[in-house]
Nanobody
Framework: QVQLVESGGGLVQAGGSLRLSCAAS????????MGWFRQAPGKEREFVAA????????DYADSVKGRFTISRDNAKNTVYLQMNSLKPEDTAIYYC?????????????????????WGQGTQVTVSS
């Protein structure tokens, strides 16, 4: 079992930065792929970024490449999302997700259905 708690959201002006954190419980955190997703009002949940268990592989949505950076600290059971050059269209609730790739549900890091563990979300609002 993994429990996830996000923090770090808030209101920021366009061009600004925020760093989201996701603290995970559980002894096997280091073996899980960690992902960040977001959901804006009236839209489906969409992939933002993911990082492999060893932090050797990262994936990003095209819309955030070059602006967002995902990282993890396995010693602290925490995954981060550094968001720079924020745009109003980045406004959404951001969710942290986790899954072990050996789970039969796993179908790649970019699909929400691949992940069985989710945090409660943190609001990010970017004003123009």
């Amino acid at each position: 079992q993994v429990q996830l708690v996000e923090s770090g959201g808030g209101l920021v002006q366009a061009g600004g930065s925020l760093r989201l954190s996701c603290a995970a419980s559980g002894r096997t955190f280091s073996s899980y792929v960690m992902g960040w997703f977001r959901q804006a009002p009236g839209k489906e949940r969409e992939f933002v970024a993911a990082i492999g268990w060893g932090a050797g592989r990262t994936d990003y949505a095209d819309s955030v490449k070059g602006r967002f950076t995902i990282s993890r600290d396995n010693a602290k059971n925490t995954v981060y999302l550094q968001m720079n050059s924020l745009k109003p269209e980045d406004t959404a609730i951001y969710y942290c997700a986790a899954e072990n790739t050996y789970n039969t549900r796993w179908n790649g890091p970019t699909l929400p259905r691949s992940y069985g563990y989710w945090g409660q979300g943190t609001q990010v609002t970017v004003s123009s």
